[in-house]
């Protein structure tokens, strides 16, 4: 097989350097492309598809904001989006509704947020990559990659509407998604075998919306071996999707239509908010939903967003995620253009810090199926401020210090004990009728 550069001999392609080059246009690799074109870096950003494109993922957090105001976007996507000032988790199989408002988080610099139409947030993105200067081309892939050689540059081939070309980047950011471009060529990412779920998923035109401050909730119903996300949008489009375990999956009889409306039709409370629903989209699927790669970062590129790794998307965290990773890789990639050694030790701190945080919400991902953490997470109290520590975790602070540390770690203790006094067969009931509220009672 040919190399890049034999490749581009043989076909005789001019080469373009850059500084940094950002494979895929998502949320990702449009901020990252933003804040460095806006420093004055010349940066090339290629997309794979044509925006706008359907992307799952509409709810964003209240972390979301900071670095919306950053690029200057917020009030563009309070223009777009649907008012979200909390997140509601529902037990089908008791009918308990409990509401978390993010009002009450012990960090109330942010205190709502936004669900959005991916497709056109997406292209909000990219398109303020290019109107700050990133020379940004659509339905372009990478398709191969020379690793930079020591104060070197990468060579990358691309193919475009236009043919193959060639890039030579000081800097590559890999924000590439589920392909995973550089964790594909390196063999190192793998499937989370503690968490291996997969989710089917459609939009829908009238959907039961709740009442009052609480019609923008993201409503997450928690049933056998899975769980449903109701995300309410604008002109009165909902997103509605299942995430299941393989024993969920492997009782799938007919196509992903008839087993996504089968599932709507098991679970009780769902099913009530769609009795006069219509779907308007094409049903999707999507196997493999959590993974992570084995390292983020090496000589001259920085892995970032789903292309380095995805977490069940149960507390809404994904765009977060890759925007957050985006800023991160932003910053290594200038240090690195100015002084690669400095570069590398930034490098290395921000895979711990995001490391550190995706391992956080893991933590509460791992144990969503697990009926004691469910009751916990059912009947919230407010000692040590456990309830407003999760609130926490659900508007995006991934960063635990003084007051949301005692607080998460005071959560993991409660739930220790009570796993270990089960183990013992004892029975500690967690109901509080003043944290708790019915479906049935709204």
């Known amino acids: 097989m040919l190399g890049v550069a034999q490749l581009e001999q043989a076909l005789n392609v001019q080469t ?8 895929g246009g998502g949320p990702a690799g449009s901020t990252a492309a933003a804040l460095l074109a806006e420093a004055g870096h010349d940066v090339v950003l290629l997309e794979r598809d044509a925006h706008p494109r359907f992307h799952i993922g509409e709810s964003l957090l209240p972390r979301n904001l900071a670095i919306l105001d950053r690029l200057g976007l917020r009030e563009t996507v309070h223009e777009m989006g649907m008012f979200k000032p909390g997140a509601e988790f529902v037990d089908d199989a008791t009918g308990r509704c409990v509401s978390f408002p993010f009002s009450q988080a ?24 290019r109107t700050n200067g990133a020379e940004a081309h659509e339905r372009t892939r990478a398709t191969a990659i020379e690793f930079a050689p020591v104060g070197g540059r990468a060579k990358v081939s691309a193919q475009g509407p236009d043919g193959a070309w060639q890039l030579a980047p000081r800097f590559v950011l890999d924000a590439s998604g589920r392909d995973g471009f550089i964790a594909s060529k390196l063999g190192n990412r793998t499937a989370d075998k503690r968490n291996n779920t997969a989710a089917v998923f459609a939009h829908f035109h009238d959907v039961e919306r ?28 909902t997103s509605v999707g299942f995430v299941g375990t393989q024993a969920a999956f492997r009782e799938r009889r007919g196509s992903m239509e008839d087993f996504l409306a089968e599932k709507l039709r098991a679970c009780p409370t769902v099913a009530a908010r769609l009795q006069r629903a219509r779907r308007i989209s094409d049903v999707i699927a999507t196997g493999n939903f959590s993974y992570r790669a ?3 970062w090496g000589e001259g590129y920085m892995v970032i967003g789903d292309a380095f790794a995805f977490v069940d998307p149960v507390f809404s965290s994904g765009v977060l995620l890759a925007m957050t990773a985006a800023e991160m890789g932003a910053e290594v990639a200038v240090q690195w253009l100015q002084q690669p050694s400095a570069g590398r030790m930034l490098a290395r701190r921000h895979a711990r810090r995001l490391s550190r945080g995706m391992d956080s919400l893991n933590w509460l991902i791992y144990r969503i199926n697990d009926p004691l953490l469910r009751q916990l997470f059912m009947s919230p109290r407010n000692v040590f401020g456990m309830r407003d520590g999760l609130v926490s975790l659900l508007a995006g602070n991934l960063r635990f210090t003084g007051r949301a540390l005692l607080a998460v770690l005071a959560f993991k203790s409660v739930y ?4 270990g006094a089960q183990r013992l067969g004892y029975h500690v009931p967690l109901a509080n009728p003043a944290d708790e509220r019915t479906v049935a009672a709204e």
């Not at 220790?416 to 796993?419: N, R």
């Open 16 to 23: 373009r350097e850059c500084d940094v080059l950002v494979i």
């Open 106 to 129: 012990l960090d109330k610099t942010f205190t709502h947020s936004y669900q959005v139409p991916r497709a056109t947030f997406d292209a909000m993105l990219f398109n303020h990559a």
């Open 210 to 237: 709740r009442a009052g401050e609480r019609e923008g909730y993201i409503s997450v119903h928690l049933v056998e071996n899975g769980w449903f996300w109701i995300i309410p949008l604008r002109q009165g489009v």
């Open 294 to 296: 084995s390292q983020s």
């Open 416 to 419: 220790y004990v009570m796993a």
